[in-house]
């Protein structure tokens, strides 16, 4: 196995990249290959920091949100200052899984600085608890939800950080917007100009750090063993063909498990070049983290090919033999 890896690894089309494939007792491999930000030439190690965009969501709100709220319970009831807003009869459910109401995402960093109150005032798409729209704007109103001491909750937890990340960081996209290289600080326009906070994504990570993180996920040890069942059910999908968990995404949304999940397989995504998934059946896990948008981000065609090829591998029988 791991000879192929290097070879997958070597033939990464990303200029950074980590690979971590773990079982429940052990990491089975790890390697990083690449250079961290291409302004400087300064190549990626175990100790630099990535900005880990909607891994946020699973790793960082997540398991605050299933610790802490009642799931059917309506928005307003766990957080009264959505009361009276589009969204405050959705449930704490239906935003996990993305059947809110909301849409997928909205500029508001062009705007009213005050985010969270202009997320809370969008008005719904669709009547909560119907199709699944996958949306950022859910996390981001439950990680207000959860309130300012997010970045304690998550360091205490995990020991993942929100930026900006004073140690050398993965540099992502020349952002139009900043008019510069981003370094250390949130991709995301709308998590930077909540000040690096939010629910749906700023956390940043080192590969030990994530892959600690995963591992806990994929040995049940977050949450009770009754919501760590729960969150990767079936709750919503979509004409697309796009499945969701609680947070997690379900095999076959937009290939993210490769050609082959297996039953009971879940995972997530990172905008900026990031995925993890699970394959509990067959008993490994998978960490990706890179910046595939650095210094642009038109090349998901051929990460997602790249990730394909990674999952094939691990998913047939000379990996597992």
Not at 161 to 167: I, N, S, T, Y
Not at 196 to 210: C, I, P, S
Not at 214 to 224: K, T
């Amino acid at each position: 196995m791991q000879e192929q890896l290097d070879r997958l690894l070597a033939a990464a089309p990303m200029p950074a990249v980590a690979l971590t494939v773990f079982d429940a007792d052990t990491i089975r491999y790890q390697r990083l290959r690449g250079v961290a930000d291409l302004t400087t030439g300064r190549p990626v190690t175990t100790e630099t920091w990535w900005d880990l965009a909607s891994l946020t969501k699973t790793l960082v709100t997540l398991p605050e949100v299933l610790a802490r709220f009642d799931l059917d319970a309506p928005l307003s009831e766990v957080w009264p200052p959505s009361a009276g807003h589009p969204v405050a009869s959705a449930t704490v459910r239906q935003l996990l899984c993305h059947t809110a109401g909301l849409p997928a995402t909205v500029p508001f960093y062009r705007g009213d600085p005050d985010i969270v109150a202009r997320a809370l005032a969008t008005p719904l798409d669709r009547p909560p608890g119907t199709e699944a729209v996958y949306s950022d704007l859910g996390f981001l109103l439950l990680g207000a939800a959860l309130g300012p001491e997010l970045p304690e909750l998550a360091a205490a937890r995990s020991g993942l950080r929100f930026g900006p990340v004073a140690e050398p960081a993965v540099a992502t996209e020349h952002c139009e917007w900043r008019q510069r290289i981003i370094v250390g600080e949130v991709h995301d326009e709308n998590a930077y100009a909540m000040g690096g906070v939010a629910g749906h994504a700023g956390a940043f990570g080192t590969v030990d750090l994530v892959t600690a993180a995963a591992r806990a996920w994929f040995a049940d040890r977050v949450v009770s063993p009754e919501l760590h069942y729960a969150a990767r059910q079936r709750w919503s999908g979509n004409a697309d063909g796009e499945r969701f968990g609680l947070g997690w995404w379900l095999p076959p949304t937009r290939g993210l498990g490769g050609p082959r999940p297996g039953p009971g397989s879940y995972g997530c995504s990172g905008f900026v070049g990031h995925r993890i998934w699970f394959e509990p059946t067959y008993g490994y896990g998978v960490v990706i983290l890179s910046n595939r948008i650095h210094p642009h981000r038109d090349t998901r065609p051929a990460f997602n090919a790249w990730c394909a090829e990674v999952l094939a591998f691990l998913s047939g029988p000379a990996a597992r033999s």
